[in-house]
C-alpha cells in the first residue's frame, strides 16, 4: 500500500512559467514532508520541507504548500528554468522517533526553453 | 565541503555471488541510512544506523542482506546469494541529529546489476 503518491509521472513546462508538483499522502502520523530532486546518475538532492503544523513554506523559487485536511501537498517552482528539469520526488517523515523516509515515485519535470 | 560518497558505483554480478557496498557519510553526521530504489519507483527504506547501533530494519531487508557501522562512521551493505530480483541502485544517506525535519543527504548510488 503506497502511502506517498505522486499520481502524474511527468510534467511539460516553458520557462519562466509555473511549476506545480502534487502529492497525496494517507498516513497522517507523518510529522515532516519533504521535497527531492534528482538527476540521472546523481543521488537525491534536498530541496524544501515543512512540517506537519504549517501549511506554507518558501526558499527563493520553490514554495511548498500543505492542505492537511486533504493529506495534500504541492511543490511550486516560479519562475521554472531549463536547469530544474529532472525527476521529483515528494517524501514524508513517520513522526516522533520514526527517521526514515517514505517517498512517492516521482515526477519527472521537463522545462522547455 | 565532502559529502556522501559510496564505491563502487557500479557491480555487475553474477546470480549467487556476494556483493559488498560502502558508504562514508558527511563527517559527524550520526545517522546512516540504506534505500533500494528500482527503475520507475521512489527510494525505499532498508535499515538507519545512529551510530553505531542499527535501529530499524526493513520487511525488504531478507536475511541475505546485512548492514553495519563498526565505529559509527562509514557503512557497509552486503548482499549474499545475489538474485535478478536485487538488480537496483542501492543509496545511501546522512543526517545529523539536530536536524528537525530530517532532511538526509543522499550519495550517489551503487548500481547492482545482478546476471
Known amino acids: 500500500d503506497q502511502q506517498v503518491k505522486q499520481n502524474s509521472p511527468s510534467l511539460s513546462v516553458q520557462e519562466g512559467r509555473i511549476s506545480i508538483l502534487n502529492c497525496d499522502y494517507t498516513?497522517?502520523?507523518?510529522?515532516?514532508f519533504l521535497w527531492y530532486k534528482k538527476y540521472p546518475a546523481e543521488g537525491p538532492t534536498f530541496l524544501i520541507s515543512i512540517s506537519s503544523i504549517k501549511d506554507k513554506n518558501e526558499d527563493g523559487r520553490f514554495t511548498v504548500f500543505l492542505n492537511k485536511s486533504a493529506k495534500h501537498l504541492s511543490l511550486h517552482i516560479v519562475p521554472s528554468q531549463p536547469g530544474d528539469s529532472a525527476v521529483y520526488f515528494c517524501?514524508?517523515?513517520?513522526?516522533?522517533?520514526?527517521?526514515?523516509?517514505?517517498f512517492g515515485k516521482g515526477t519527472l519535470l521537463t522545462v522547455n526553453p | 565541503d565532502t559529502g556522501v560518497s559510496q564505491d563502487p558505483r557500479h557491480k555487475i554480478t553474477k546470480r549467487g555471488q556476494n556483493v559488498t557496498f560502502r558508504c562514508d557519510p558527511i563527517s559527524e553526521h550520526n545517522r546512516l541510512y540504506w534505500y533500494r530504489q528500482t527503475l520507475g519507483q521512489g527510494p525505499e527504506f532498508l535499515t538507519y544506523f545512529q551510530n553505531e547501533a542499527q535501529l530499524e530494519k526493513s520487511r525488504l531487508l531478507s536475511d541475505r542482506f546485512s548492514a553495519e557501522r563498526p565505529k559509527g562512521s562509514f557503512s557497509t551493505l552486503e548482499i549474499q546469494r545475489t538474485e535478478q530480483g536485487d538488480s537496483a541502485m542501492y543509496l545511501c544517506?546522512?543526517?545529523?541529529?539536530?536536524?528537525?525535519?530530517?532532511?538526509?543527504?543522499f550519495g550517489p548510488g551503487t548500481r547492482l546489476t545482478v546476471l
Open positions: 544517506a546522512s543526517s545529523p541529529l539536530l536536524r528537525v525535519a530530517n532532511e538526509q543527504f
Open positions: 498516513n497522517s502520523m507523518f510529522d515532516y
Open positions: 517524501a514524508a517523515r513517520g513522526g516522533g522517533s520514526n527517521y526514515k523516509l517514505t
